[in-house]
């Protein structure tokens, strides 16, 4: 598809967000953004609940593309995650209807596939295919999302790319994060390969950095375009030494949502 020119990053004051809205311009993007919170440093940026649908629909008027990351990226009570995460999504992706935006890349989770069990030794990497299995109420939101994204696909030709994030941070803060690890950098080359690939419908891919830990096939997004240049590695030798090995028997290091499977969860991605 032709590049996008002016693309909307809801959850733009979140930790993702902050980040994206300093790379993703040297793309070439020009860059609206909306928060439920201000977006310090950005005075035109629009303040707005995704539950206000006729706000949504406003904010998304006029833009080529979508890069939805807003709504609550933990565990909380379900009214929360049902108004921010559920029927935000749902608002977000009606607008876009509306207002003819035909492409959304969905900042989706690995907790949407959480009780996957991790690779080990010679298994095969997680494939995007994988059925859901979500951890938690935030999980099962994501679920719904990359639902919701198939659906608009399927009905109504708005087409989507649904990111299963790992952990997207400047670097990883622990062991399992290895695994997952989502360079800023890679993060920013995999929404531009999302934003420009041609004819994706609706596909699934996870997010994360060439990791020599990875436990996810990143093919579906290296076939968007995506090449990823970084790897956790470097900071292997560190983290391990001051956190250990995880347990093989304890549930960071046996499914792919870590502790969000305990209960309660625990945060750390």
């Not at 996957?116 to 719904?144: E, N």
């Not at 659906?151 to 803060?173: A, L, Q």
Request: include cysteine; charged fraction near 20%.
């Amino acid at each position: 598809m032709p590049a996008p020119r002016t693309v909307l990053i809801t959850g733009a004051a979140g930790g993702v967000g902050t980040l994206m809205r300093g790379l993703l311009p040297a793309y070439g993007y020009r860059l609206r953004l909306l928060d439920l919170v201000p977006v310090e440093g950005e005075p035109d940026a629009v303040t707005a609940d995704l539950g206000d649908r006729e706000a949504v629909r406003e904010a998304v008027r006029g833009v080529d593309a979508i890069v939805h990351l807003g709504g609550i990226s933990l565990e909380a009570p379900f009214e929360k995650i049902l108004h921010a995460n559920i029927v935000g999504t749902y608002n977000l992706y009606e607008a876009a209807r509306e207002e003819g935006v035909r492409r959304v890349v969905f900042a989706s989770s690995n907790h949407a596939v959480g009780y996957t069990p991790r690779p080990v030794g010679d298994d095969p990497l997680v494939p995007a295919d994988t059925p859901h299995r979500p951890d938690t109420r935030y999980g099962l939101s994501k679920a719904f999302g990359e639902d919701l994204a198939q659906f608009y696909w399927d009905k109504h030709g708005v087409e989507s790319v649904s990111i299963r994030i790992g952990s997207c941070f400047v670097e990883p803060t622990s062991v399992r994060m290895l695994s997952l690890w989502l360079s800023p950098g890679d993060c920013a080359r995999l929404l531009d390969a999302a934003l420009r690939a041609e004819h994706v419908g609706h596909t699934v891919v996870y997010g994360s950095s060439a990791n020599t830990r990875l436990w996810w096939d990143l093919s579906t997004a290296r076939a968007l375009g995506y090449e990823p240049r970084d790897d956790s590695e470097q900071y292997a030798e560190k983290l391990i030494a001051e956190h250990g090995e995880p347990d093989p028997a304890s549930p960071e290091h046996g499914v792919l949502g870590g502790h969000f499977t305990t209960n309660p969860p625990q945060w750390p991605h």
